[in-house]
């Protein structure tokens, strides 16, 4: 960027704060692009969504619920498709208004003490910086009311086809699963209450 060249990045785009605000003041002096690698705003199902959001076919947003993978330690995830997933509730709501979360370390709130590399965390991962917790929730205010939030509960087990976000209306819900190579991105359902569990199919009395 120094040279005037636009860059696509990774994300995150940094691994501390000032590191990104310095990317971001370079791309600004040189008038080159930085943009991150949030695909999922061209992604056909998130697309869809929003067409079907816009001509009011779940009525008022009142929920956006991220879907996470799973298979890596909270505080990763987090880091890694987590920044995925809150991006695409933004796709719907725009920027939050204000943001919480609550970090779980071995069965007790996180403190200080508990914060490390993420290499640390996790050697397979990619340096992501500081990272902590085994069980992560955040919880996102947007304009209007709207709620988010997004769960990293440390299940072991990888599932890549729970990787999207759901939208709460108050006349239905749309559930998108960005996976690649799913046959089917989209699902519509016509209320806004899930209604009982032996209709969601898996679940058993």
Request: aromatic share 6%; charged share 25%.
């Given at each position: 960027?120094?040279?005037?060249?636009?860059?696509?990045?990774?994300?995150?785009?940094?691994?501390?704060?000032?590191?990104?605000?310095?990317?971001?003041?370079?791309?600004?002096?040189?008038?080159?692009?930085?943009?991150?690698?949030?695909?999922?705003?061209?992604?056909?199902?998130i697309l869809k969504a929003k067409s079907l959001v816009e001509e009011g076919r779940i009525g008022e947003i009142v929920?956006l619920r991220g879907r996470n993978k799973a298979g890596r330690r909270s505080g990763n995830e987090f880091m890694e498709?987590?920044?995925?997933?809150?991006?695409?509730?933004?796709?719907?709501?725009?920027?939050?208004?204000?943001?919480?979360?609550?970090?779980?370390?071995?069965?007790?709130?996180?403190?200080?003490?508990?914060?490390?590399?993420?290499?640390?965390?996790?050697?397979?991962?990619?340096?992501?910086?500081?990272?902590?917790?085994?069980?992560?929730?955040?919880?996102?205010?947007?304009?209007?009311?709207?709620?988010?939030?997004?769960?990293?509960?440390?299940?072991?087990?990888?599932?890549?086809?729970?990787?999207?976000?759901?939208?709460?209306?108050?006349?239905?819900?749309?559930?998108?699963?960005?996976?690649?190579?799913?046959?089917?991105?989209?699902?519509?359902?016509?209320?806004?209450?899930?209604?009982?569990?032996?209709?969601?199919?898996?679940?058993?009395?």
């Amino acid at each position: 960027m120094e040279r005037g060249i636009s860059v696509l990045c990774e994300r995150p785009i940094a691994i501390d704060l000032v590191e990104a605000d310095e990317m971001v003041d370079t791309a600004a002096s040189m008038n080159a692009k930085l943009a991150v690698n949030h695909q999922n705003y061209f992604n056909p199902g998130i697309l869809k969504a929003k067409s079907l959001v816009e001509e009011g076919r779940i009525g008022e947003i009142v929920m956006l619920r991220g879907r996470n993978k799973a298979g890596r330690r909270s505080g990763n995830e987090f880091m890694e498709m987590g920044t995925h997933i809150a991006d695409m509730m933004l796709c719907f709501a725009g920027l939050p208004e204000w943001v919480a979360g609550t970090i779980i370390t071995q069965g007790r709130l996180a403190d200080g003490t508990d914060i490390m590399e993420a290499k640390e965390m996790s050697q397979r991962d990619r340096d992501s910086g500081l990272v902590m917790g085994n069980r992560v929730i955040g919880q996102y205010g947007f304009a209007g009311g709207i709620l988010g939030e997004i769960h990293f509960l440390g299940y072991e087990q990888l599932i890549d086809h729970n990787y999207g976000v759901d939208i709460l209306g108050t006349e239905g819900q749309l559930s998108v699963r960005a996976k690649g190579g799913l046959p089917q991105k989209l699902w519509h359902l016509p209320r806004s209450m899930e209604g009982l569990p032996s209709e969601l199919g898996d679940w058993q009395a």
